[in-house]
C-alpha cells in the first residue's frame, strides 16, 4: 500500500507518530488518576482505570473546541515579531494550560458523576470534585512541563535587537513590500528608507535606477509606474497566474512586452502611444513555469524562451509596431537590460496570491534555509561539517500550536557573515557569528540588488 502524501506529508508516518506519542501519556494519565482517586473515593483500582479511560477520552474531545479557544486568546497575547514573541511564549502557554485545567476539571467532573450515579456509587459531591482536581493536578504537574520544553522554541541567538545600526552592511539597499503592500525601500542599517509605488503590489521588477517598477497590483493585472512621472499605467489586464519572468520593459520604460502562457501569445504595449499589438506564438510555451522573457540594451529588440524546441528567439519591434520573429541559436554575447525582481526558478501559490521562492541561499560553504509551517524555522549549515547546523531559530510551535508563525525567504549578504530573512511579515538582519539578529522593517517579499535577483533569459 503506498503512503497518503498531502504536501510533502506523509500521513501514516505522522499518524502513526502521533499514536506513539498519545497512547504512553494516556496510559500513564490512566494509571496516575485512578491511583488517586482509589485513595479519595474509596473504590476498585480496576474500575476507576475504565472510568479514567473514558473521563480523558472526553477530555480530549474537549480540547479540539479549547484549542480554537486557545488560538483566539493568543491572537491577543503573542506578539507577531520573533523577539515578542519569544518573550511572550512562557505567559501564553502558562494561560493556555490554564485553560486546557479547567475545561478537563469541568469535563472530567461531569461524566464522573454520572460514571457514579450509573454503577450506584454514593460518593460526596465534593469528595468528587477534590478527586478530580487531585488527580489532574498530579498529571498536569508532570505532563505541563514536559509539553512545554518538548514544544518551546529553540534557538541560538545571544541578542535581539530593534534596529540594526551594528550592521557591517549598512548601505546595502533592500527592496520590500510593508503591511499595506506598498513597494518600499531602505537601506540594511535602516536608513533611507522610500515610497516606491504608493500602490498595493504582488510582485514587481525594478530597473537599476529604481524609477520604473513593472509590477503585479492587487487586482492581479499589470502595471508600470514611473517614480519621476509619479504616474501609473495599466498595462495588462488578465486572470492568468503569471510570473515576472514572463514580463518585461524596455530601457526607456515606454514599452513593455509580456508573453502569456495561457493563449500561447505575446504582447507589447508602447506606454506612450498606447499602441498595441498582439500575436499569437506556436508552438506552444513549456514548463511548469511558462516562457521567460528578457529586454536587451535595444528599445527595439527583446528575446523570449520557453518554447516546446527550447530554442530561445529574438523579437523585433518595427517602425509600424509589428513583431518580427526570429530563431537565436544561442545566447552568448547578447545584452540584457539590468533589472532586478523576484525572478528565477521554484514558486508558491496559495488562494489568490502567488509568487517566486527563495527560502535557500548559499555563500561558499554556507546554507541558509528557511521552513514554513510546523516546521516554521531557519537554519545554517556548513558543508564542511557534515551540514551541522552553526546556527539556528526555530518557533516549534508543538501540540499547542500557539502562533501561525510563518517564515519566508533567507538571503546571505555580502560575504556570508550576515543574511536577511523574513518571518511572520517581518525583515530581520542576522549577524551569523555574533548571534544576533536586528529587526529592519516590517514587510515582506524582499530583494537584494544583487545578481541572485537580476532578470536573466
Same mark, same amino acid.
Given at each position: 500500500?503506498s503512503?497518503?502524501?498531502?504536501?510533502?506529508?506523509?500521513?501514516?508516518?505522522?499518524?502513526?507518530?502521533?499514536?506513539?506519542?498519545?497512547?504512553?501519556?494516556?496510559?500513564?494519565?490512566?494509571?496516575?488518576?485512578?491511583?488517586?482517586?482509589?485513595?479519595?473515593?474509596?473504590?476498585?483500582?480496576?474500575?476507576?482505570?475504565?472510568?479514567?479511560?473514558?473521563?480523558?477520552?472526553?477530555?480530549?474531545?474537549?480540547?479540539?473546541?479549547?484549542?480554537?479557544?486557545?488560538?483566539?486568546?493568543?491572537?491577543?497575547?503573542?506578539?507577531?515579531?520573533?523577539?515578542?514573541?519569544?518573550?511572550?511564549?512562557?505567559?501564553?502557554?502558562?494561560?493556555?494550560?490554564?485553560?486546557?485545567?479547567?475545561?478537563?476539571i469541568?469535563?472530567?467532573?461531569?461524566?464522573?458523576?454520572r460514571?457514579?450515579?450509573?454503577?450506584?456509587?454514593v460518593?460526596?459531591?465534593?469528595?468528587?470534585?477534590?478527586?478530580i482536581?487531585?488527580?489532574n493536578?498530579?498529571?498536569?504537574?508532570?505532563?505541563?512541563?514536559?509539553?512545554?520544553?518538548?514544544?518551546?522554541?529553540?534557538?541560538?541567538?545571544?541578542?535581539?535587537?530593534q534596529?540594526?545600526?551594528?550592521?557591517?552592511?549598512?548601505?546595502?539597499?533592500?527592496?520590500?513590500?510593508?503591511?499595506?503592500?506598498?513597494?518600499?525601500?531602505?537601506?540594511?542599517?535602516?536608513?533611507?528608507?522610500?515610497?516606491?509605488?504608493p500602490?498595493?503590489v504582488?510582485?514587481?521588477?525594478?530597473?537599476?535606477?529604481?524609477?520604473?517598477?513593472? !509590477?503585479? @497590483?492587487? /487586482? =492581479?493585472?499589470?502595471?508600470?509606474?514611473?517614480? +519621476? &512621472? %509619479?504616474?501609473?499605467? #495599466?498595462?495588462?489586464?488578465?486572470?492568468e497566474?503569471?510570473?515576472?519572468?514572463?514580463?518585461?520593459?524596455?530601457?526607456?520604460?515606454?514599452r513593455?512586452?509580456?508573453?502569456?502562457?495561457?493563449?500561447?501569445?505575446?504582447?507589447?504595449?508602447?506606454?506612450?502611444?498606447?499602441?498595441?499589438?498582439?500575436?499569437?506564438?506556436?508552438?506552444? !510555451?513549456? @514548463?511548469? /513555469? =511558462?516562457?521567460?522573457?528578457?529586454?536587451?540594451? +535595444? &528599445? %527595439?529588440?527583446?528575446? #523570449?524562451?520557453?518554447?516546446?524546441?527550447?530554442?530561445?528567439?529574438?523579437?523585433?519591434?518595427?517602425?509600424?509596431?509589428?513583431?518580427k520573429?526570429a530563431?537565436?541559436?544561442?545566447?552568448?554575447g547578447?545584452?540584457?537590460?539590468?533589472?532586478?525582481?523576484?525572478?528565477g526558478?521554484?514558486?508558491?501559490?496559495?488562494?489568490?496570491?502567488?509568487?517566486?521562492?527563495?527560502?535557500?541561499?548559499?555563500?561558499?560553504?554556507?546554507?541558509?534555509?528557511?521552513?514554513?509551517? #510546523?516546521?516554521?524555522?531557519?537554519?545554517?549549515?556548513?558543508?564542511?561539517?557534515?551540514?551541522?547546523?552553526?546556527?539556528?531559530?526555530?518557533?516549534?510551535?508543538?501540540?499547542l500550536?500557539?502562533?501561525?508563525f510563518?517564515?519566508?525567504?533567507?538571503?546571505?549578504?555580502?560575504?556570508?557573515?550576515?543574511?536577511?530573512?523574513?518571518?511572520?511579515?517581518?525583515?530581520?538582519?542576522?549577524?551569523?557569528?555574533?548571534?544576533?539578529?536586528g529587526?529592519?522593517?516590517?514587510?515582506d517579499?524582499?530583494?537584494?540588488?544583487?545578481?541572485?535577483?537580476?532578470?536573466?533569459?
Open positions: 500500500m503512503p497518503i502524501l498531502a504536501d510533502a506529508i506523509n500521513i501514516p508516518f505522522v499518524f502513526g507518530l502521533g499514536l506513539a506519542v498519545l497512547v504512553p501519556l494516556m496510559a500513564f494519565e490512566i494509571f496516575a488518576e485512578a491511583f488517586i482517586l482509589r485513595s479519595v473515593w474509596c473504590l476498585p483500582f480496576r474500575h476507576l482505570c475504565r472510568f479514567a479511560l473514558f473521563a480523558n477520552l472526553w477530555s480530549l474531545i474537549a480540547g479540539i473546541p479549547t484549542k480554537m479557544l486557545n488560538a483566539w486568546l493568543y491572537s491577543f497575547l503573542m506578539p507577531e515579531d520573533l523577539p515578542g514573541f519569544f518573550a511572550r511564549y512562557p505567559v501564553a502557554v502558562g494561560i493556555g494550560t490554564l485553560v486546557y485545567f479547567a475545561i478537563t469541568a469535563v472530567e467532573g461531569v461524566y464522573a458523576f460514571w457514579l450515579r450509573r454503577n450506584e456509587h460518593i460526596a459531591r465534593s469528595a468528587v470534585w477534590k478527586g482536581l487531585f488527580a493536578l498530579a498529571t498536569y504537574a508532570v505532563l505541563a512541563p514536559l509539553h512545554y520544553f518538548a514544544t518551546r522554541p529553540m534557538h541560538q541567538v545571544h541578542e535581539f535587537t534596529n540594526t545600526l551594528w550592521t557591517q552592511h549598512a548601505p546595502t539597499t533592500v527592496l520590500f513590500t510593508d503591511q499595506k503592500g506598498q513597494l518600499k525601500s531602505i537601506h540594511a542599517d535602516g536608513s533611507g528608507p522610500q515610497s516606491l509605488v500602490m498595493v504582488r510582485d514587481y521588477l525594478v530597473s537599476t535606477n529604481l524609477n520604473v517598477i513593472l !509590477f503585479r @497590483g492587487g /487586482d =492581479g493585472n499589470l502595471h508600470l509606474y514611473r517614480r +519621476d &512621472e %509619479a504616474q501609473s499605467n #495599466l498595462v495588462m489586464q488578465t486572470h497566474r503569471f510570473q515576472m519572468d514572463q514580463a518585461a520593459f524596455s530601457p526607456s520604460g515606454g513593455v512586452a509580456f508573453a502569456a502562457k495561457e493563449g500561447n501569445y505575446l504582447e507589447v504595449l508602447d506606454v506612450r502611444t498606447k499602441q498595441r499589438v498582439h500575436q499569437v506564438l506556436l508552438p506552444t !510555451f513549456s @514548463g511548469f /513555469d =511558462g516562457p521567460s522573457l528578457a529586454w536587451s540594451d +535595444d &528599445e %527595439a529588440r527583446f528575446y #523570449l524562451h520557453g518554447f516546446e524546441s527550447n530554442s530561445p528567439v529574438v523579437v523585433a519591434i518595427q517602425q509600424d509596431m509589428t513583431l520573429i530563431s537565436l541559436e544561442s545566447t552568448n547578447i545584452t540584457l537590460l539590468p533589472c532586478f525582481g523576484r525572478v526558478k521554484g514558486g508558491w501559490y496559495g488562494s489568490d496570491d502567488w509568487g517566486r521562492s527563495y527560502n535557500q541561499d548559499t555563500c561558499g560553504k554556507l546554507q541558509v534555509w528557511t521552513e514554513p509551517g #510546523l516546521g516554521s524555522g531557519l537554519r545554517i549549515t556548513r558543508e564542511d561539517e557534515d551540514r551541522a547546523p552553526i546556527l539556528y531559530l526555530h518557533v516549534n510551535p508543538g501540540l500550536h500557539i502562533a501561525h510563518y517564515f519566508g525567504d533567507a538571503a546571505f549578504l555580502e560575504g556570508g557573515s550576515e543574511c536577511l530573512f523574513e518571518a511572520n511579515g517581518y525583515i530581520y538582519v542576522l549577524d551569523i557569528q555574533a548571534k544576533r539578529v529587526t529592519l522593517a516590517r514587510g517579499r524582499f530583494i537584494l540588488l544583487t545578481d541572485r535577483y537580476q532578470k536573466h533569459l
